[in-house]
């Protein structure tokens, strides 16, 4: 017990520091505008900007009263006054620890600790009718107060508040008292309740991110799941039957042409039932409903069409076409269209009212996609589940490729994709 209460006062008077400051809002960060030119920082930060104007308003205000006091006292008393210095230590010590707070909390109260002793020694020289703080002075070490019960660990600011209260206890020992050590204790609470509050909601959104991560794999592992369930019904049996009965007819016909042709319209037969199947399970396998289709998969061809229905839903769409685009595999045309297609539908159902700007671009080796789309004009749909990200991101994978999607940092939203395109070697193998 003793060594803890050590500790936390040796951290609190020397060794310790604060935890970092928490990201702002963007509301409180503004960016540099570019006719500034190049500056060692990007953006303003309006907190701290607040505190080094708010320091420069008390060290002036105060500067002046005390020079005005201090002459005032040597012309009319001579030798009553104090030495000018100590009218500058004053004005830098009820300013300076404002101008620390949001930086670096405790050096702030360590600085408001070593020097408001001779600033209200001044203070009650120069004004000893009055209370032996001033008004910048008080409002100063409050915001300070705050500032550590925020960010310093809850024994330091403990430690903080009891220094605190001791020297008001010590120090001005009247009536007026009670009411400080009040203002104090709220001070530092109210900077521990905002704390507590701060890593309360940390730790929710971390757990909000665990639990979307852990749906998101579940569904990809249950789709998988069902992919691998029904494509083993299908394939297996008939593959397996038609591995049988290729080995079985040649030695069943025994070179007679009628039975082996016999054989074959019968593995042939076999061949076609296993793709009708086979079609119709992939038709049905993400249709809730369980209603098939085997019409043939979109591709290229049909992108103007899937384009005229977005603009007929009110969007804005804009395609870009680079490279060959002709004699691409099936599989990555029907990748191309379906990450179109999501992406176009989540810029109408998130963004509606809104821009979107669709790129392709055939390299030798690969399809580029880009989707982009601005804020919305109109109020944005509701918020699904995220499945389509994860359709996306599934097709891009199953061809070797990659995807990234994201918010912009002036609205919208964009969409990347990357698809390898084989040679010819390669799909013909």
Do not use: C
Request: proline content about 7%.
């Amino acid at each position: 017990m003793i060594s803890a209460v050590l500790n936390a006062l040796w951290d609190t008077l020397a060794r310790g520091d604060a935890d970092p400051p928490t990201p702002r809002s963007p509301r409180l960060r503004w960016p540099m505008p570019r006719w500034a030119g190049p500056l060692p920082f990007r953006t303003i930060d309006v907190v701290r900007v607040g505190d080094l104007v708010l320091a420069g308003l008390f060290f002036g205000l105060t500067l002046s009263e005390f020079l005005n006091a201090n002459e005032l006292l040597w012309a009319t008393r001579r030798l009553v006054g104090v030495p000018v210095l100590l009218v500058y230590v004053a004005a830098l010590a009820f300013s300076v620890p404002l101008a620390l707070r949001d930086r670096w909390p405790l050096a702030a109260w360590r600085t408001a600790a070593l020097s408001y002793p001779f600033a209200i020694y001044v203070t009650t020289r120069l004004h000893p009718d009055d209370l032996p703080y001033s008004t910048p002075a008080a409002i100063t070490y409050l915001l300070v107060l705050y500032a550590v019960g925020l960010r310093a660990k809850p024994a330091v600011s403990l430690v903080v508040w009891f220094l605190t209260i001791l020297t008001l206890w010590v120090g001005h020992p009247d009536t007026g008292v009670v009411i400080e050590m009040i203002v104090v204790t709220v001070a530092v609470l109210f900077g521990y309740n905002v704390r507590v509050r701060r890593s309360a909601t940390a730790k929710l959104v971390e757990e909000e991110r665990r639990t979307e991560l852990a749906q998101g794999a579940q569904a990809v592992l249950a789709e998988r799941t069902r992919i691998a369930r029904e494509l083993h019904d299908v394939v297996a049996h008939h593959m397996s039957v038609i591995a049988i009965q290729a080995e079985a007819v040649p030695l069943e016909a025994r070179g007679n042409p009628e039975l082996l042709e016999k054989g074959w319209a019968q593995i042939r037969g076999l061949s076609l039932e296993a793709m009708a199947e086979l079609r119709q399970v992939l038709g049905v396998l993400r249709d809730e409903e369980g209603r098939t289709d085997t019409a043939p998969q979109p591709g290229l061809d049909r992108m103007e069409e899937l384009v005229a229905t977005t603009r007929a839903a009110g969007i804005a769409v804009t395609v870009k076409r680079s490279g060959p685009l002709e004699g691409l595999p099936s599989a990555v045309e029907l990748a191309v269209y379906r990450i179109t297609q999501e992406s176009l539908s989540n810029a109408m159902r998130h963004a509606p009212g809104s821009a979107v700007a669709v790129e392709i671009t055939r390299t030798a080796q690969e399809v580029r996609l880009r989707v982009v789309n601005g804020p919305g004009g109109a109020s944005p749909g509701p918020t699904g589940a995220g499945h389509g990200l994860l359709g996306m991101r599934e097709r891009a994978t199953l061809l070797g490729g990659t995807l990234e999607a994201g918010p912009l940092a002036g609205g919208g939203f964009e969409v990347q994709a990357v698809l390898p395109v084989p040679d010819e070697g390669e799909v013909g193998s």
